[in-house]
C-alpha cells in the first residue's frame, strides 16, 4: 500500500514537473515571438543611437539620453518610473588629436585618440623618441636610463588564441589603465597605447584611464593608437630607434564632478513586491562612436524585458526592476549609487541581471551564484535549446550590478558571441549599423526568459545567513 501511495506521489509529481515545464516552454516561445515579431529594442536602439548619438558621462548626450529613457519607459505603463540623482565626473576630448612618426626622411599621420580621463598635451604637443614596451612589467626592465624623455609605446596585443574575446581584453587591458600612472614614474613624457582590438585596422580606441593618486604635476598625456598605426611605429622603431613621435591633445578634465541620473523603471510585485530582480545595462557611452553596442544595446533589451513581459500580460511576483546605470565607462558612479541607496533603504535585491557585452547573437549567461541556485538554473538549459542557448557558467555578471552582491544574492551577464565585439568597442564604429536587429532581439528574448524563471521559481536561499533586510 505504502510503495502504491509513494508511486502515485511520484506520478503525481512528474505530471506536476512535466506540466510547469510545458507551462514554461510556451511562457518562453511567447517571449521569443513578441521580441521578434513585434519588439521595441530595434526602434529604441536607432532613436538612442541616431536621434541622441554619443553619451559621456556629464555631456549633453547623457542628459538627453536620462530625459528619453525616461519618457520611453514612462510610456510604457510601469507601475513606477523614476531618476536617481548620481554625481559623475566629467572629461571631454576637446578639438580631434593629432600625430606623426618622423624618421631620417619621412613624416607619415598615424591615427590616435586620447583615452578617457588624459590630460591634453601642451598646446604646441609633444615630440619624443619612442620607447616600445610589452608591458607594465618591463618598464622595470628598461629603468629611468631608457625610459626618461621619452614616449612609452605599450604594444602587447590581444591574444588572439583566447577564445573568450574578454580574456584577451582582460589580459592587455592593464596597459591602457594604469599605463601613464606606470610609465611616469621612470620619467616618460607620454604613453601610446595599442588599441584594444583583435584586427588590423586604422580605428584607434579610446576606454579609462587613471592616474591614480600621482600628483597633478606627474601626469602624462595618454593615447590609444589603431592596430595598424601600432604595427607602422614598431616597424620604424626596429628600422631607427631615434625615431620619433609627434602628439597632440586637446583633451580636459573638469575638476567638479557634475549631476547625473540613473534611470530606473518597476513593475511592483504581485506577491513578493518587497524582493527585488533587476536587468540592466548602462546608458552612458564613449564618445567616438554613438555607443550601440556598448552599451546601447544592453539599455534597449532590458527595457524591452520589462515591455515583454507586459505584452505577455506576465505579472511577475518579485518586483521587476529596469536599471539604465549611468557612468560605467569612467566610474561606475551609478550601479556604485543604486546599490548604496538600495542597502540605505534596505531593499532586498535577490537576482539581477546586466547585459553589456554588445548586441551581438545570444549565447547564454554567466553567474555569480551559490550551488543550489546554479543547480537551478542547470535544470531550465533544455527550455533554452530551441533558441540555441547553451552557455551556462559560473564566472562574472557585470560591472554596474556587481556592488549588489550580498550573500544569497544571483548575479548573471548575458553572454552574446563575443567574437567580433572588439571590432567597435570603444571606437568611432561602435554604430547602429554594426547591430543586427534580430541578434538584438533574441538577446532580449532570451533575458527575459531568464527573468521570468527566476520570478517564478525564486531564489533559493539556502544560505544560512541570507539577510532578510527590512525598510
Ligand atoms: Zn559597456
Known sequence: MKRIFLFVVALFSLNFLSAQTAKDSVQLRNFYDLSLLDGQSYEWLDAL??????????????????QWAKEELEAIGLDKVWLQPVMVPKWERGAPEEAFVEGVDTKIDVPVCALGGSI??????????????QGLDDLAKYGEDQIKGKIVFYNRPMQADLIQTFNAYGGCVDQRYSGAKEASKYG?????VRSMNLRMDDLPHTGAMSYGDLPNDQRIPAAAISTNGAALLSKMLKKDAKTQF??????????????SFNVIGEITGSEKPNEFMVVGGHLD??????GSHDDGAGVVQSMEVLRLMKAANYKPKHS??????????NGLRGGTEYAKVAKEEGE?????????????????FSFDADAANFAQVQSWIPLFKPYLIHYFE??????????????????????????RYFDHHHASNDTFDAVNKRELELGAATMTSLVYLFDTYGVKPDIPNHKTLKK
Open 285 to 290: 557611452s564613449w564618445d567616438l562612436g554613438d
Open 120 to 133: 591634453a598635451t601642451s598646446a604646441s604637443g609633444i615630440t619624443a623618441e619612442v620607447i616600445e614596451v
Open 246 to 259: 609627434y602628439l597632440k591633445m586637446n583633451c580636459k578634465n573638469y575638476e567638479e564632478d557634475v549631476p
Open 348 to 364: 532586498k535585491h535577490v537576482f539581477a541581471l546586466e547585459s553589456d557585452a554588445g548586441g551581438f547573437t545570444p549565447r547564454g
Open 394 to 419: 559560473l564566472g562574472g555578471s557585470g560591472a554596474d550590478v556587481g556592488p549588489l552582491k550580498e550573500e544569497g544574492t544571483v548575479l548573471a551577464g548575458l553572454r552574446p558571441d563575443s567574437q
Open 188 to 192: 616618460a613624457v607620454g604613453v601610446i
Open 320 to 329: 521587476i526592476r529596469v536599471v539604465l546605470f549611468m557612468n560605467e565607462e
Open 49 to 66: 543611437s541616431n536621434e541622441i548619438g554619443p553619451r559621456l558621462s556629464g555631456s549633453i548626450g547623457a542628459a538627453k539620453a536620462v
